[in-house]
């Protein structure tokens, strides 16, 4: 964000060698190294430990991670590549405390999810609990059916957490009297991660406070011995309107009309630095940046994007998209998503839809030919970036290496830090990366045109109802089946 240093920087490179050397995937593969991608993570993990802990939208970790690529894009690369920052603004929320007291006064330890509402202060909301039904198939309480016949007025509802948007249990809950909602995580312990809200439903919800299992099974247990359990909830927090940006950096070499994009999200949750989530997509496309950029004679241009806001709802990439005219989106030609893609347990999961053409196998053909097994997954979880393009019918692809136990025990965490990475699958995953983008970088075979079936989702002020958009999307392949529930960035549920 420092664009004045431009003119100055000029002047001293003006002499500087111009690269002439033709682009090759070989060579990009060949540049990509362990240590560097180390070390941006390092920079990004060290970022975060003199901002609060964080890189998240709103929060000073943020700027600062703006900082560092846009230091790079443009500060080192600016005689190869042009830089420009998007600003958008969005709603920004934090828990200033959480806290539920149990039965006979003691705390319980409890979580609160992003654009979690703020009780009544400073007393919070003291009431009796409501037991309700279980549905581990398709989710407890976020279908209207499944409230028919309760009457949570005047109570904290005890609802089971899973499967489901925790946002629609807590809508369907308020619709029904209760005054908030403890929810009772599905699994054992205390190692659970964030889910989000999501702002588009600021104004809908109720409180709630997420428990552990043990607790919840414990409150059941007596609630069903017919004794009157009541508990204490408290919230506080602030909500307003705060600016962040996608950075965007492109090659000045190629056909501004042929682009081919790569996106990783550069915010992390409150909760932590988000060194593999998504540092590690970070990382990757600064190093093939830092590589590509010392290449001239591809015919098609390379556009990196480092978007804002994803742990918010996809904001920043659903900013762009939105803001892209059909022209503009005719000339993107491909995109990848990569985000997660270093889980410390790795799987290496490529994921696609009907039109993403050559682009996984080009993925694919890579890593199998380092000895790793690839699964495939799609897009229906409707969890990264790529929801925009997808919605556009640009063709995408994207690698990941799966959130939450096993693969990433440290999503949405404090410790998904410098430790939380696997650097073989790091390293792999970005040079399979590399090689894909080189190869359409110099030839568009096997590339489908852009889908037209899909909706036109463009205009100046459509964010919101892309949000609904593609919640049905995900919704909907639900129901086809479609997806491996263990494997993705379950971040609303
Ligand atoms: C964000 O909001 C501020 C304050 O209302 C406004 O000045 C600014 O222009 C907005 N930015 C964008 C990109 O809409």
């Known amino acids: 964000m420092k664009f004045t240093q431009k003119v100055a920087a000029a002047a001293l490179f003006a002499s500087g060698a111009i690269a002439t050397d033709p682009l090759t995937a070989d060579k990009v593969e060949a540049d990509i190294k362990t240590d560097e991608l180390q070390r941006v993570l390092w920079n990004l993990n060290h970022i975060a430990d003199r901002n609060g802990g964080n890189r998240a939208f709103g ?19 600016w005689p190869e590549m042009d830089t420009w920052v998007q600003p958008f603004n969005h709603t920004y929320d934090k828990t200033l405390e959480i806290s539920v007291t149990g039965p006979e006064g003691e705390d319980v330890f409890v979580i609160s999810p992003q654009y979690n509402p703020a009780t009544p202060l400073p007393g919070g909301i003291t009431a009796s609990l409501i037991n309700t039904p279980v549905d581990d198939a398709t989710g407890s309480m976020c279908l209207p059916e499944q409230w028919e016949g309760i009457d949570a007025t005047g109570k904290l509802a005890l609802v089971k957490r899973g499967i489901c948007g925790v946002a629609e249990k807590l809508k369907l809950a308020r619709a029904h009297g209760a005054l908030g909602v403890i929810l009772y995580n599905q699994d054992p312990g205390t190692n659970y991660a964030t889910p989000t809200l999501q702002a588009e439903n600021i104004g809908q919800l109720i409180p709630v406070g997420i428990i552990p299992l043990e607790v919840g099974t414990a409150w059941i247990a007596r609630l069903n011995a017919g004794e009157d359990v009541v508990v204490k909830l408290l919230v506080d927090a602030v909500s307003d309107t705060r600016e962040t940006w996608n950075v965007i950096s492109e090659t000045k070499e190629g056909d501004p009309n042929n682009v081919i994009m790569l996106g990783a999200h550069l915010d992390s949750v409150q909760q932590g630095p988000g060194v593999n989530d998504d540092g590690s997509g970070t990382a990757a496309l600064l190093e093939i940046m830092g590589s590509v950029k010392n290449y001239k004679g591809f015919p098609h241009k390379i556009r990196f994007a480092w978007w804002g806001a994803e742990e918010s709802g996809l904001v920043g990439s659903l900013y762009y998209t939105s803001q892209l005219s059909e022209a503009e989106a005719n000339k993107i030609k491909y995109y990848f998503n990569y985000d997660m893609i270093g889980s410390i347990n790795p799987i290496f999961e490529i994921e696609s839809y009907e039109n993403s053409g050559i682009g996984p196998q080009l993925l694919e053909d890579y890593l199998v030919s380092k000895g790793k097994t690839v699964e495939h997954g799609g897009f229906g979880d409707g969890n990264s970036d790529y929801v925009g393009f997808v919605e556009l019918g640009i063709p995408t692809a994207a690698l990941f290496t799966g959130a939450g136990e096993p693969w990433d025990p440290c999503y949405h965490q404090e410790c998904d830090t410098i430790d939380n990475i696997d650097y073989d699958a790091l390293t792999v995953n970005t040079k ?10 110099h030839s568009l075979e096997g590339v489908p045109t852009r889908a037209t079936t899909t909706p036109n989702l463009r205009g100046r002020s459509k964010i919101a109802s892309q949000f609904k958009r593609w919640k049905r999307l995900a919704e909907e392949s639900h129901g086809h089946g479609k997806m491996c529930s263990h494997k993705e960035k379950k971040s609303t549920v």
């Open 432 to 441: 399979a990366a590399a090689r894909a983008l080189v190869t359409l970088a």
């Open 59 to 77: 929060e000073p970790g943020y700027k600062a991670s703006v900082d560092f690529v846009v230091e790079r894009a443009q500060g080192r690369f």
